[in-house]
């Protein structure tokens, strides 16, 4: 089944505690995005990716890292997690840009 | 920066009216404009796209039109049904490649 998994699913964790969200494609995609979904405010890209080892700041990239070692995978990585980071995150991939994106389930993250 | 704005936050219509969401970008370099929708607690799905060379795109009762000039686009529900409540949410891809959403609108549709 083509799809984008997203794992942990929820996450509660402290301030400053290292974490990495997991993002995987199984459709062969080129692009690949990550987003943050606040109340009022839509869907804000973080970072994306347009292909292995080519990554880009979105809006929002700051307190994020990632990475594209692989065309399928493409983890988030939070260095040192602050409450303004709680969120739910979704991991996206498109066959190429300027196509349909598939989005994942979503990753509800909570910093205390 | 770049940005996206999206008319009206919340939308109430009847069951069988027509819904209109209205979205304007500021890069006018911008060559892609999707349109998603995602029901309560679930994923955004992309519904409708269009591209910066056409005017306007229908699929079934939902069309989008673009005018590049005035930098709008707009997303037409015609025959609402109740399994077309949800938030809808216009994007624009910029000529490097990022997406930019707007903030959503709330569609109700009453029985």
């Known amino acids: 089944e083509a799809q984008v998994t997203q794992n942990p699913r929820y996450l509660i964790t402290v301030t400053g505690k290292k974490l990495t969200v997991t993002c995987s494609q199984n459709m062969n995609h080129e692009y690949m995005s990550w987003y943050r979904q606040d109340p009022g405010l839509g869907l804000r890209q973080i970072y994306y990716s347009m292909n292995v080892e080519v990554t880009d700041k979105g809006d929002v990239p700051e307190g994020y890292k990632v990475s594209r070692k692989e065309k399928r995978n493409f983890p988030l990585i939070l260095e040192s997690p602050s409450p303004n980071q709680t969120s739910l995150y979704f991991c996206?991939?498109?066959?190429?840009?300027?196509?349909?994106?598939?989005f994942g389930p979503g990753t509800r993250l909570t910093v205390t | 920066g770049e940005n996206v704005e999206q008319h009206p936050s919340t939308l109430s219509v009847q069951e069988g009216d027509s819904a209109v969401i209205k979205c304007t970008y500021s890069d006018s370099a911008s060559n892609y404009f999707p349109w998603y929708k995602q029901e309560l607690g679930k994923r955004p799905q992309l519904i409708i796209d269009i591209r910066s060379n056409v005017g306007e795109k229908k699929d079934q009762r939902i069309a989008v039109t673009l005018n590049k000039t005035a930098k709008h686009f707009s997303l037409h529900i015609t025959e609402t049904q109740p399994e077309d409540s949800a938030v809808y949410f216009c994007a624009a891809e910029t000529s490097y490649d990022k997406v930019i959403f707007g903030p959503g609108t709330s569609l109700s549709v009453i029985p």
């Open positions: 996206a991939s498109s066959l190429r840009t300027r196509s349909e994106q598939y």
